[in-house]
């Protein structure tokens, strides 16, 4: 999946605007639309979407960790509120977009640095102004649930 490496990668908005939320995250998924950089940086990567769902997989390392030599708190954060969001951009609409309005994370246990983990998001409601999605980070190896998550996302018509 190509990533996008400055703003000029990234599909314009009224671009965005002429696809619904699924066929835009299949478009990114399927390498025709740059991925956003976070996945990059934070060490995780779309796996799967489908309408209401998305799954995400990604790997802590080093570069991740808190003083304490864990994983930080925010990129628990980071992966499930893409899982969460990229759930709800699924269920949008032609000419609407969505974001975050919060999201709530609970860390259940801590990663073990290279534990490679799948985040799997489901849409609970999309309606015509809100999405509520809520999420899990397991083990890919073991099944262990680390973390969960919900979200409340608004949906704005645009175009």
Known sequence: ??????????????????????????????????????????????????????????TPEFNVTNPMGTVHGGWYGALLDSALGCSVMTCVPRGSVYTTLEFKVNILRAIPLG??????????????????????????????????GSTTCIIMKLA
Request: glycine share 10%; aromatic share 4%; hydrophobic share 40%.
């Open 115 to 148: 534990t490679r983990v799948i985040c799997k998001a489901e849409v609970d409601h999309a309606g015509r102004s809100t999405g509520v999605a809520h999420a899990e980070i397991r083990g890919a190896d073991d099944d262990k649930l680390y973390s969960t």
């Open 1 to 58: 999946m190509p990533i996008a490496t400055s703003p000029a990668d990234l599909m314009p908005q009224h671009e965005v605007l002429q696809l619904s939320g699924l066929a835009f995250m299949q478009s990114i998924l399927e390498g025709k639309t740059p991925g956003p950089p976070i996945g990059q940086t934070m060490g995780f990567t779309l796996q799967d979407v489908a309408e209401g769902r998305a799954v995400f997989t990604g």
